[in-house]
C-alpha cells in the first residue's frame, strides 16, 4: 500500500468506530478483508487509527472542521504529528482526494487557544472529574494519554531469569531493557509486534504486562507459602505476576464474577508453570476469611490505560462512572470477607480518577473499621517514559474484630 492508501484505510476505519462500532473489530474486519495489505500495512494503518482515536477532540481542532468524519481526524492528526504526509492527500493510487483551499485555510495546528478538555483531549462531561482529581482542567496527566504507551514484559521467574529472556528475544530480532526499579520488567525498544509469535512468549518465559501493573502486583506482597486470591482475575495477567512472587509455593485462586473472562487462564498458566485453582461462586463462599492475601483489581473506568483503548474514553459518562463507583464499593465488600484475620487486601484499579481511587478506600474504610491502611497508597501515573496510570492501596485486616 502506499502512504496514501493507508490514510485512506485508516479514514474508512475511522468512520465506522464514530458510527459506533468498536475500533478492534473494525480494524481486523478490514485487515481479514484486505489480502493485499500486508503486515506493515496493517501496523501503520492500526497506529493512524489509534493516534487519531487518541486525540479525538484536539485533531478535529486542528483539522479546523465543525464535523467529525475519519478524514477530518486524519488531517487534524497529520497537521499536528507529520505535517508533511498531508501531500499524500493526491487522489493518486487509493489515496484521498486532496485537500480542498477551505479544508487548507481552516488548518489549526497551535492548540494553546484550545479549550482544556480539547488541548487534553477528554469529554467535557469529565471536566469536574478532572478537577477534582487533579486540580485543574489542563491536567498533564489526562495530556499524557494522547501518545501512544509503551510495550512492556514481565519475565516469569518461574522459568527464566532477565538475562535468559533477553537473549532469547534478541534471537528473534526483538530489542528489550531492563526498567529500573522493577526487577522482572522489561521495555521492548525494537520490533514488539513479533512478541506473540516470538518462542521467549509461547514458552512462558515473558508475559505482556505494563510496568505499572508488575509494580502493583509487586508491592502486593505475595509470598511463598501464602494463600492468595485474586478476586477480579479477567485474564490472569496479576495472577500469574503473583505466582511468580510465590515461586509455585502455597495456594494460589482466582476468581470473577464473569468466568468467561478467565477461558484463556488456565492455558497461560501452565504455559507459565503456574498452579491456579480457578473458584466459582460456591467454592469462594466456603473459602470466606482464609486468604493471607487478596487482590482486587476492580473493575473500572481504564482510565490510567486509555493510550491503550483509546475508544473507551470517549465512551465514558458521568452516569456510567456512578455505576463503576457503586460496584467498586460491592466488590472491596465482597473482597474484605475472604481475608483471614491478620491477613491483606489489595484494591487497585487501572483508574487515574480520584472517585474510584482514594475515595473508595476511605468510603471502605468508614464502612469496615476492623480494616487499616497500611503505608499511603500508590498513584502512578501515565507519562511518555512511563507506564499506565495505576492506583493501589494495601489494607490489613485486624487479627479480632
Known sequence: MTPGGRLSAAIEALD??????????????????????????????RDIVFDALRRRRSALWSSGQAEEPGRALVIGLMVQTEPAMLEAFDGEQHAPEPLTGAERAALHPDLSDAPPAIACDY????????IASFGRADAPEMAALRDRAPVDLRVN????SVQ???VSLAREGIGAEPIEGLPDALRVAQNPRRIAGSQAYRTGLVELQDAASQYVAL?????????????????????????????GEGVLCAYDADPGRMTDLPERAARAGAKVRILDDAALEKAAGRFDLVMVDAPCSGSGAWRRNPDAKWRLTP???????ATQDTV???ASQAVRPGGRLVYATCSILSDENRDRVRAFLDRNPAFRLEGDP??????????????????????RD
Open 332 to 334: 472491596l465488600d465482597a
Open 16 to 45: 465506522r468506530i464514530i458510527a459506533g462500532q468498536p475500533a478492534e473489530r473494525v480494524l481486523t474486519r478490514w485487515a481479514r478483508a484486505s489480502r493485499f495489505a500486508g503486515s506493515k500495512d496493517r501496523a501503520a494503518v
Open 164 to 166: 535468559t529472556a533477553l
Open 219 to 247: 508491592q502486593a506482597g505475595a509470598k511463598p507459602g501464602m494463600r492468595v486470591l485474586d478476586l477480579c482475575a479477567g485474564g490472569g495477567g496479576k495472577t500469574l505476576a503473583l505466582a511468580a512472587s510465590m515461586d
Open 378 to 399: 500508590i498513584s502512578l501515573m501515565p507519562g511518555p517514559d512511563a507506564g499506565d496510570g495505576f492506583f493501589a492501596s494495601v489494607m490489613s485486616r485486624a487479627i
Open 123 to 130: 469529554p467535557d462531561v469529565l471536566t469536574d472529574e478532572v
Open 319 to 325: 452516569q456510567r462512572l456512578g455505576e463503576l463507583v
Open 157 to 160: 521467574r518461574l522459568k527464566a
